[in-house]
């Protein structure tokens, strides 16, 4: 059966390097014109999904995850399953709306989506400049949306700013794929990077985060040229820009993997290893640490900026 | 070398009431080095407060949920944790026993607490110099029953107000707790530390709690803090290891809010022995 027949009414988008059919509307995702010629990869849908797994081989306290499916229950939010790498199926908890429960869908299950499909993710933001990605991993609420901001606030294409998908055919340089999202910003980091005019909705109608629409979108494939850990500057630790060894730059990759439990549970240790390796066969990881007062942001943009220049290849 | 039993045991305070110390306390006895831990290592990587942790077991990014969300999920989050740990783990908390909804905060699964208690009016004291505000604004925080704490790195958490923290987690019977007084810890830390760890079934010899004691005497604490600074310090902050006086409200604070501090929350002070002025 067509992945698309499920649904009358779709809406596409072009998410991590799928075409998405939904029969909702997905704020804060990028919409495409729906192109009958361009096969869909994956649906979303509104359904019915079950409280669990019965036999789970990963499972944590609130999702399961079994060979063909993935389940994230979340108590008063709704029940979210994905499914053999093809489609996600959305439950709303009573009182919930589609819309608030959303969140949830296009980030953690469609990764777990796309893991299914052997993807492989970091939980990083990414820009393009003149040509080549660069992708900044960090923890939630670790600054990767608002650094992506500052960097296209002078010039840089935006690709991602949470969910960073790697493409690395074997023989061929990795690409990044952006994850059709537009940029989800606090109100202080809208106002420094000068996009207010950009602000759409909410993220959730409780929180106090919007979609923001980036100046420029990159395109469906950019080269991976670096690779930079967060971290903060202390007394202890000034500012500045260090490569790390290959046993370091490993062992960062695997923990920065998105969702690193839905990574395991998919790929598994030996194949994030190997996969790792060979990514950085192409791609140097550095720790890039920067003062995180809002108002210092120039000083890490300019210090990216030169570093670019200086590993210009 | 000491042994611990596996599981989780919550090392559970209101702020600014020696929980850390307890943690450098416990540190040094399960390192067991000839020289003192360093406080900017302490075991807390993987903790189950920070926002990294919860996202990476529970799949979700708590500055996604709102409030009541974050607070129906964490009991079941906690208990997961507990129940997949085959090895001691010490973890510092200053949520509330119970959540919103009268269940409990942090799950139920954790096989101990020690809870910190330290009197009110040298809370306020050191609260007013950790956050660099007025003794009219730390005061006013210790009553706020809604006062919610964390946010940036860590989960955001329902702190509450002193005596309900207090009551809350020392009157509570789902999980075995243990009270200690400040007070108590700083007049003879040895035996009170040796109480501690009979509490908790960890075997120690006199001199391992001995030499435990004294690497986390507080002038090394404040010479680390002096020559490396302390990771869990805040921006802007002076000093996180202050004086640790007992009894220095009797010099900073105004009549005022000892009267507030007394009259709000004079019948759990004098259960826990700390006389009244007035």
């Known amino acids: 059966m067509n992945a698309t027949s499920k649904i009358s009414q779709s809406y596409r988008y072009r998410m991590s390097g799928l075409t998405v059919a939904s029969e909702i509307p997905l704020p804060g995702a990028v919409p495409q014109a729906a192109d009958d010629a361009v096969p869909v990869d994956a649906v979303f849908r509104l359904g019915d999904v079950p409280e669990r797994l019965d036999n789970p081989h990963h499972f944590g306290p609130e999702w399961f995850a079994d060979d063909q499916q993935f389940l994230l229950n979340l108590p008063d939010v709704g029940r979210f399953t994905a499914i053999n790498g093809r489609e996600i199926v959305i439950s709303p908890a009573p009182g919930m709306t589609v819309r608030d429960a ?85 109100p202080d980091s809208i106002r420094r990077a000068g996009l207010e005019d950009a602000v759409g909705s909410p993220v959730r109608m409780s929180i106090d985060k919007f979609h923001v629409t980036p100046p420029t979108q990159a395109p469906d494939a950019a080269p991976l040229a670096a690779i930079y850990l967060l971290g903060d500057a202390s007394p202890a630790r000034p500012p500045g820009i260090e490569e790390l060894s290959g046993a370091n730059a490993a062992q960062a990759l695997l923990r920065f993997s998105y969702r690193r439990r839905l990574a395991l549970a998919y790929a598994g240790q030996g194949r994030l290893a190997l996969r790792t390796a060979a990514l950085l066969a192409h791609v140097k990881v550095h720790r890039l640490i920067r003062q995180r007062d809002l108002a210092r942001i120039e000083e890490t943009v300019a210090a990216l900026q030169v570093h670019w220049n200086d590993t210009a290849g | 070398m000491a042994t611990v ?54 799949l979700v990014d708590p500055g996604l949920l709102d409030r009541r969300e974050l607070e129906r999920m964490r009991p079941a989050y ?184 007394e009259g709000r929350f004079g019948g759990v002070m004098e259960r826990w022995g700390y006389t009244l002025s007035a």
């Open chain 1, 102 to 186: 959303l969140p949830f869908v296009v980030g953690t299950t469609f990764s777990a989506l796309l893991y299914q499909r052997g993807g492989w993710l970091l939980h990083a933001s990414a820009v393009v400049h003149r040509g080549r990605a660069f992708a900044f991993c960090g923890d939630s609420g670790a600054g990767k949306s608002t650094l992506a901001a500052a960097l296209c606030r002078i010039g840089c294409d935006f690709v991602t700013d949470d969910v960073c998908a790697v493409d690395h055919p074997t023989g061929s340089a990795p690409l990044v794929r952006p994850d059709g999202r537009m940029l989800r910003l606090f």
């Open chain 2, 5 to 58: 039993p596996p599981g989780l045991v919550w090392l559970a305070s209101y702020p600014k009431s020696g929980n850390t110390w307890v943690r450098v306390l416990l540190s040094n006895l399960t390192v067991g080095g000839n020289a003192p831990v360093d406080i900017n290592k302490l075991p807390d990587d993987d903790n189950p407060m920070g926002r990294r942790r919860f996202t990476d077991d529970t």
């Open chain 2, 78 to 261: 906690h208990d997961f944790i507990a129940a997949q740990l085959t090895t001691a783990f010490f973890c510092k908390t200053h949520d509330r026993f119970s959540n919103r909804d009268g269940a409990p905060s942090l799950g139920s699964a954790a096989r101990a607490a020690l809870y910190l208690l330290r009197d009110p009016r040298d809370v306020a004291v050191s609260l007013s110099h950790h956050f660099n505000q007025s003794l009219d604004a730390a005061v006013a925080m210790m009553g706020d029953g809604e006062q919610i704490f964390g946010g940036g790195r860590q989960i955001r958490y329902l702190l509450g107000d002193w005596g309900c923290h207090v009551t809350g987690w020392i009157e509570q019977r789902l999980i075995p707790v243990k009270a200690v007084r400040y007070e108590d810890l700083r007049v003879d830390p040895a035996a009170c530390f040796a109480d501690i760890l009979a509490f908790l079934g960890v075997t120690a010899t006199d001199e391992e709690i001995r030499r435990a004691v004294g690497h986390s005497d507080l002038a090394e604490l404040q010479r680390q803090e002096a020559a490396r600074g302390f990771v869990e310090s805040l921006p802007g902050q002076e000093r996180f290891f202050r004086s640790g006086r007992v009894g220095e409200w009797r010099e900073v604070l105004a009549p005022r809010h000892v009267a507030t501090i």
